[in-house]
C-alpha cells in the first residue's frame, strides 16, 4: 500500500512542488496544495490529487481536512508543511501587522492543520515534515522577522517531537539553507520607509547564498528520502536506521552549521562584517561632523 502525503505550498518552481514530484515517483499517494488553482495545473496533469488550501483561513482548512481524509482512507502516512512567506526589512522598521501576518502564516497556521490532521497522522504512525530555514538560528540582517517565525517553528518541532511520540508520530524539521525558490519572487521586499536609519545600506543587498543555489529537486530528492526511511530502532537517546528529527540542507549549509557550532558571538562578527555594516557607521560619522 504506497504511502500518503499531504504537501501545503505547490506552486510551480518552489519546494513543495518539487517535493510532490518527487514523493509521486516514488510511488507515494501525493495530495498537492496551494491557495490558486493555476498554481496546481502542472501537478494535476501528471495524475497528483489535488486541492486548494489557504492555511490563514480555518474554513478553508476545514475543508482540506475532509478532503484529505476521503482521500488518503483516513490516515496520513506524511504531512509536510511548506506553506509560507517572508518579510525583508530592518527590525527598527518592521510593520507590526505585517509581523503578525507573517506568524500567522508561517507558525500559527503550521500550528493549527497539523492539530487539525493529527489524527489522521496517529492513525498512520505517521511523520510531521516542518520545512524551515536556518535563520531560525543566524542572525541574518534584515530577515529578524522572518527569523522568528522559523525559530518558533524549530520550538515547535523539537516539543511537538515528544509529545506526539508515544502516540506513533515523528517530527521531522528541515533546517533549509540556500535553494533556488520563488518565496521572494512572490512576496517581493517592501520598500523600506524613507526615514530608516539605515538609509544608508538600501543598496548593501544579499551577502549570502547569491551564487548558485542548490535547485529544489536536488533538495527534494534527499528531503524524501529522508523522510521515508521510516521509524527505524530507538535504543536509548539513539535513534538507528529511521527519519532523523532533524536535517540541514542545502548550499553553504556546512558552514552555517559550522557558524551556528561557534556560537553567536562568532555568527555576530561575521554577520556584521558580511554586510558591511560599516557603510552605516561610516554614513553616522559623516552626519555627526
Not at 28 to 49: E, F, M, N, Y
Not at 76 to 89: C, E, F, Q
Amino acid at each position: 500500500m504506497p504511502q500518503t502525503v499531504f504537501i501545503t505550498g505547490c506552486s510551480p518552481g518552489g519546494i513543495g512542488n518539487a517535493l510532490a514530484r518527487e514523493y509521486h515517483a516514488r510511488g507515494c499517494h501525493v495530495i498537492a496544495s496551494a491557495r490558486r488553482p493555476d498554481a496546481l495545473t502542472d501537478l494535476a496533469d501528471l495524475g497528483i490529487d489535488t486541492l486548494l488550501l489557504d492555511v490563514d483561513s480555518h474554513a478553508s482548512v476545514a475543508r482540506a481536512v475532509a478532503e484529505v481524509a476521503a482521500l488518503a482512507g483516513g490516515r496520513l502516512d506524511v504531512l509536510v508543511n511548506n506553506a509560507g512567506s517572508t518579510y525583508v526589512m530592518p527590525l527598527a522598521d518592521v510593520d507590526l501587522q505585517q509581523v503578525r501576518a507573517l506568524f500567522e502564516t508561517n507558525v500559527f497556521a503550521v500550528v493549527h492543520l497539523t492539530n487539525q490532521l493529527l489524527p489522521l497522522l496517529i492513525e498512520a504512525r505517521g511523520l510531521v515534515v516542518n520545512i524551515s530555514s536556518a535563520a531560525e538560528s543566524l542572525a541574518f540582517p534584515f530577515k529578524g522577522a522572518y527569523a522568528m517565525t522559523k525559530a518558533a517553528i524549530a520550538s515547535y518541532s523539537r516539543t511537538l517531537s515528544v509529545e506526539v511520540a508515544p502516540l506513533g508520530v515523528r517530527v521531522l524539521n528541515v533546517t533549509t539553507a540556500f535553494i533556488q525558490s520563488q518565496l521572494g519572487k512572490r512576496h517581493p521586499p517592501p520598500a523600506w520607509p524613507a526615514d530608516s536609519l539605515y538609509d544608508s545600506m538600501r543598496a548593501v543587498g544579499q551577502k549570502a547564498g547569491s551564487g548558485t543555489r542548490m535547485t529544489p529537486q536536488v533538495y527534494a530528492q534527499t528531503v524524501v528520502s529522508e523522510s521515508l526511511r521510516g521509524p527505524g530502532y530507538e535504543i536509548g537517546p539513539w535513534r538507528w536506521g529511521g527519519t532523523r528529527e532533524t536535517l540541514m540542507l542545502g548550499t553553504l549549509s556546512g558552514p552555517m552549521w559550522v557558524l551556528g557550532f561557534l556560537g553567536s558571538n562568532w555568527a555576530r562578527f561575521v554577520m556584521l562584517r558580511m554586510w558591511k555594516f560599516s557603510i552605516l557607521t561610516d554614513a553616522l560619522s559623516k552626519k555627526n561632523v
